[in-house]
């Protein structure tokens, strides 16, 4: 993500996740969908909860829960996939609700938190009137070895017929 400049403000979708919000760059997202049920794909890292069948297209969804360290939740009817791009890939990111679209300007944005200790995937913090909102790189989620995992266990997958 490209930090907000005078010339470019920053667009977001905020989503929530436990009670807290957090945010995506809006170039980085493609679609909101209901949540589904997803297949289990064997052999695939742990940050991976399922494989979701979007119109004839397999994507991981990555279990945002567990690399945040929230407690694991049931999937619900009422939660949402957010189909977004992490890196080159596509993926699918379960959240409790997607809230909306956010621009950030240049006076609302901090870049530091991705220099703190123990804040991976962050790209900076929007600070809103009502409160600071995490704002995510997906580039950086998966590590190498978490892709090299996926693209194995994706791989391994039974071509369709």
Do not use: C
Not at 106 to 135: H, I, M, Q, T
């Amino acid at each position: 993500m490209n930090p907000p400049s005078e010339a470019h403000p920053q667009e977001v979708l905020l989503f929530t996740l436990e009670r807290q919000r957090y945010g995506l760059p809006v170039e980085d997202v493609r679609e909101l969908v209901r949540a589904a049920r997803l297949t289990p794909l064997p052999q695939a890292p742990d940050v991976v909860e399922g494989l979701l069948n979007l119109r004839g297209e397999l994507l991981p969804v990555l279990d945002l829960r567990r690399r945040f360290r929230h407690p694991a939740r049931a999937m619900s009817p009422m939660d949402h996939f957010i189909v977004a791009s992490a890196g080159g890939r596509r993926v699918g990111l379960r959240v409790d609700r997607a809230e909306g679209l956010h621009v950030v300007t240049p006076g609302e944005w901090d870049p530091s938190p991705r220099e703190l200790p123990g804040v991976g995937y962050v790209a900076g913090a929007a600070k809103l009137p009502d409160g600071l909102v995490l704002v995510h790189d997906l580039r950086s989620f998966l590590s190498e070895a978490e892709a090299l995992q996926l693209d194995t266990a994706l791989g391994a997958l039974p071509e369709p017929a």
